[in-house]
């Protein structure tokens, strides 16, 4: 069965720096794949989506994403991290009319 | 143009009373979903419907019902609350097939007692 795992149940970064949110999928075949973002007391939000083509995908609010085959993986990422980007990230993989959300990782950014 | 909308925001059942969640769109989208998310688990898929008049079990269908006869809404019915069906409760709806993101709206959070 597929499954979507997120190896951080929380990831620490300073105002500024580099974030990378980490996404392993177990898929065969050709998943797509999603980025969720949730703030408090809110609903989930998209951010991005790799579908095909290009491995780098940009979505909302400068965030991107690296899709790699070879390692079924799918990291979020953002060069320069700003304190409302704190919140929960959902990664989530949709194959074969199923959809598998991971279990989220918390981010903080401190300032 | 308020995306999906979900009442109530909050409520406490007893076990073994029923209740209805009530979840509406205004994007005219076909494909509707009811997840459950529970503390470090994630979403986990209840039902799903592609359209009026149709709907699917997802992964963690037992203990709920779902129907849909308009495109706008899509209830969820707990039919003999238990506890183990504390959760908060989210509604979604999307334009097709699942390649498309989703909209969520803002969850039910419901404690079985």
């Known amino acids: 069965a597929q499954s979507v795992a997120q190896p951080e149940d929380q990831v620490n970064v300073a105002e500024g720096n580099p974030l990378t949110v980490k996404c392993t999928y177990s898929?065969?075949?050709?998943?797509?794949l999603f980025w969720y973002v949730q703030y408090p007391n809110r609903g989930l939000q998209f951010l991005l989506k790799?579908?095909?083509?290009?491995?780098l995908v940009k979505g909302s609010y400068g965030f991107e994403a690296e899709f790699n085959k070879s390692q079924t993986s799918f990291h979020l990422k953002k060069p320069s991290a700003l304190v409302s980007d704190s919140a929960l990230y959902f990664c989530a993989v949709y194959y074969g009319q199923n959809f598998v959300f991971g279990p989220g990782t918390r981010l903080s950014v401190l300032p | 143009n308020a995306g999906v909308t979900q009442t109530p925001k909050f409520r406490i059942l007893k076990i073994g009373q029923s209740m209805t969640l009530q979840c509406t769109q205004d994007m005219n989208h076909n494909y509707m979903y009811w997840y459950r998310q529970d503390p470090g688990m994630g979403l986990k898929l209840i039902y799903y419907s592609v359209g009026a008049g149709i709907t699917d079990k997802g992964e963690v269908p037992n203990g709920y019902n779902v129907s849909r006869s308009t495109t706008e809404d899509f209830p969820l019915r707990l039919e003999l609350a238990a506890p183990s069906q504390t959760s908060v409760y989210f509604c979604a709806s999307s334009t097709g097939q699942g390649y498309n993101e989703q909209f969520f709206g803002p969850g039910t959070r419901l404690t079985v007692l």
């Open positions: 898929v065969s075949g050709n998943p797509y």
């Open positions: 790799y579908i095909t083509g290009d491995n």
